[in-house]
């Protein structure tokens, strides 16, 4: 299963770290891809990591703000997320995959239940 924590209300410009909780899944290590979806919005695709960690990916909407990374001994994949914005606000989710890594939920097994991102002032 996959357990997000981390999330909150945070002013712009401030930063937070999500973390995922990964156990109980084949293989033990892993794609996972972190998603967001917003009211109203269609969910989007923001980072995504190999199982090894060597290779990452991100949305144009996030490159250069928000850090994703992985601790394989802990079974944990956290998202830093920093210069946050009011566009930003979205319940936050990670996802397994035991395909190919990549910014589409479609390819994605596993979900976890989300965490609440709030940037607001």
């Known amino acids: 299963q996959l357990v997000e924590s981390g999330g909150g209300l945070v002013q712009p410009g401030g930063s937070l770290r999500l973390s995922c909780a990964v156990s109980g899944l084949t293989p033990d290590y892993p794609a996972i891809g972190w998603f967001r979806q917003a009211p109203g919005k269609e969910r989007e695709g923001i980072s995504c990591?190999?199982?090894?960690?060597?290779?990452?990916n991100y949305a144009d909407s996030v490159k250069g703000r928000f850090t994703i990374s992985r601790d394989n001994a802990k079974n944990m994949v956290y998202l830093q997320m920093n210069n946050l914005k009011p566009e930003d606000s979205a319940v936050y989710f990670c996802?397994?995959?035991?395909?190919?890594?990549?910014?589409?939920?479609?390819?994605?097994?596993?979900w976890g239940q989300g965490t609440q991102v709030t940037v607001s002032s």
């Open positions: 990591i190999l199982h090894s960690g060597e290779w990452t």
């Open positions: 996802a397994a995959t035991t395909h190919v890594a990549t910014l589409n939920g479609d390819g994605y097994d596993w």
